[in-house]
């Protein structure tokens, strides 16, 4: 079956740090990648997608994350980070075959001044 | 991007009634909608899958005759959680996908609780 690590529950940085989000998925077909943002009170909201092409994906708000196949990893990454960062982020997944989203179980990144 | 509305946003319950909850896509046609039940501090788990028109595809260990899913037409899917009991009680959020998107816009969510 597949599924969706996020080996991150909880990140605390300071404004303008460097953030890494990881994320791995057990899938050995063609994937769907998906990153979401739930920011406090919110509904979801999708950050970046893969589906093909160029494994370097950029997103909305200064966000990118790296598809390496080898590692089926999808790893959520920006620069340098900003106290309205903070949320919960949520990697998923979906077999190319398939509508069905997987989703990890979240990390909580705070962003302080 | 598209927008999805559900309501009610909150809904209190005694124990043994029944609740209903919708589900819209504003803007497009969705086709196929999903349910997915979050638990706090807890990530998303899809209930069942939704087609226009026909019966919904229900995950493995999710009662078909609790949790009755229509989704009668291109804008609408209702959930209703039948004889509710406390242990319903969690953050119900549905998605919608339809053309020309390719990806699931999700709603603000629903937060049950039973008493």
């Known amino acids: 079956a597949q599924s969706v690590s996020q080996h991150n529950h909880h990140v605390i940085l300071s404004e303008a740090a460097s953030l890494e989000l990881g994320c791995n998925y057990s899938?050995?077909?063609?994937?769907?990648l998906f990153w979401y943002v739930q920011y406090p009170g919110q509904h979801l909201q999708l950050l970046l997608k893969?589906?093909?092409?160029?494994?370097l994906v950029k997103g909305i708000k200064g966000f990118e994350a790296e598809f390496i196949k080898s590692k089926f990893s999808f790893n959520l990454r920006k620069p340098s980070v900003q106290w309205s960062d903070t949320a919960e982020y949520f990697c998923?997944?979906?077999?190319?075959?398939?509508?069905?989203?997987?989703f990890g179980t979240g990390t909580r990144l705070q962003v302080f001044p | 991007g598209a927008v999805v509305s559900q309501h009610p946003s909150r809904v209190i319950c005694k124990s043994g009634t029944s609740v209903k909850i919708e589900c819209r896509s504003l803007?497009?046609?969705?086709?196929?909608m999903f349910w997915y039940r979050q638990f706090p501090k807890q990530s998303l788990m899809l209930m069942a899958t939704?087609?226009?028109?026909?019966?919904?595809?229900?995950e493995q260990g999710v009662e078909k005759d609790k949790f009755l899913i229509n989704h009668a037409s291109l804008t609408l899917s209702t959930l209703t959680v039948t004889s509710a009991h406390p242990e319903d009680s969690s953050f119900y959020i549905c998605?919608?996908?339809?053309?020309?998107?390719?990806?699931?816009?999700f709603g603000p969510g629903t937060r049950l609780t039973v008493l």
């Open positions: 998605s919608a996908r339809g053309l020309p998107h390719n990806e699931q816009f």
């Open positions: 939704s087609n226009e028109g026909s019966k919904a595809t229900y």
């Open positions: 893969y589906f093909s092409g160029d494994p």
């Open positions: 803007d497009f046609q969705a086709t196929t």
């Open positions: 899938y050995g077909g063609t994937v769907n």
């Open positions: 998923a997944v979906n077999a190319g075959n398939t509508d069905k989203l997987i």
